[in-house]
């Protein structure tokens, strides 16, 4: 939703999510992250982006990582206001990403699909994280995950983003070009968030 002029209340945009609550995705290929993370092809029409950064190395590094996530921090930088960050990680539960162009605010809703807490490939990787999809309402289609694997054979944790995305609006269609370019910015801002929100959680600890 588009809001010109003044920033949407607190109030007007839970009421919108309010609205969304029971409103079904708007793209086909939901809970496809899971299977995207190390490789695979994104679904026919959409754009297939990976991102990682390393956040250190150890169980701590890992554990850490994994409140972060739990706290929103890859959220937590100039470019994009998330509502709410004290939403729980579980699948259901709505948040909405808001936007600012120009004098434009949009209100971008989307769903938990899924949680990660598990192991893969025979164990070598354990992975914290979620992915949530878009509902009506939002200037795209996809679904992105987010998510901190420790390789436990190298040591190393890194925090991980996997998205799929196509234009959902006008909008984003007619500025495709730019709406990429700011997706990759996005991309790169949650990660020095999330290496921010470790860092000083380690800094406490010492």
């Not at 025979?122 to 878009?134: C, E, K, L, N, V």
């Not at 234009?167 to 070009?177: D, F, H, N, Q």
Request: hydrophobic share 40%; charged share 20%; aromatic share 12%.
């Amino acid at each position: 939703m588009f809001y010109f002029g003044k920033k949407p209340t607190d109030d007007a945009i839970r009421s919108y999510l309010n609205q969304c609550q029971d409103i079904d995705f708007n793209y086909a290929y939901v809970g496809c992250t899971t299977d995207l993370i190390d490789h695979g092809n994104a679904p026919p029409g959409f754009r297939l982006d990976r991102y990682s950064i390393v956040l250190g190395e150890g169980e701590d590094i890992f554990q850490q990582g994994s409140k972060a996530i739990c706290k929103w921090e890859m959220f937590n930088h100039a470019m994009a206001t998330l509502k709410w960050h004290d939403t729980p990680i579980q699948s259901g539960n709505m948040v909405a990403v808001l936007f600012k162009v120009l004098t434009q605010w949009s209100a971008n809703p989307a769903r938990i699909v899924y949680t990660l807490n598990a192991e893969r490939d025979g164990g070598r990787y354990r992975q914290f994280g979620f992915a949530y999809g878009t509902v009506p309402g939002h200037i795209e289609k996809g679904e992105e995950c987010f998510q901190v694997d420790w390789d436990q054979e190298s040591d190393i944790v890194r925090f991980r983003i996997t998205v799929i995305s196509r234009p959902g609006s006008l909008l984003s269609l007619l500025g495709k070009p730019i709406v990429n370019f700011q997706q990759k910015r996005f991309r790169k801002l949650a990660g020095q968030a999330m290496v921010a929100a470790v860092t000083a959680t380690s800094s406490e600890i010492k």
